[in-house]
């Protein structure tokens, strides 16, 4: 038996996944980071555009992974199936791409996007 450290992420696909209830998630960025595929611990990544604002249904499930990233299971009677990533290290994105939506969020959002030559905009719609 190997031990924890030694076994690759394809044989312990489910090692830290959690359970919550079915939420939405609101995109924060123009684009999204997901793995298409049944497990989340899948090395194949892709990025796809997505419209800010858009809200996206989660099964509730998420998996940190290896490197700290969190990922949320898209909940496929709605969504294609697969895993996005909220929020993590190594995509060259500094601060979250997805934000859950509270109860009482209602229609209204904020984002933060970085301009190279600015520090940050903040841009709300209601």
Known sequence: MRGY?????????????????????RVLRGFVFKKPSKT??????????????????????????????????????????GWLLVEGPGFGVAGPLLKKVEPGDGRRWCSVQEAPLESSKKRCRS
């Open 5 to 25: 450290g030694k076994t690759s992420l394809a044989e312990q696909p489910y090692q830290a996944v959690t359970l919550s209830e079915h939420c939405e998630y």
């Open 40 to 81: 989340p611990a899948s090395e194949k990544v892709v990025k796809l555009p997505a419209r800010v604002g858009n809200t996206i249904f989660s099964t509730g499930r998420s998996w940190m992974g290896p490197r700290g990233g969190k990922w949320v299971e898209l909940d496929s009677l709605v969504e294609s199936r």
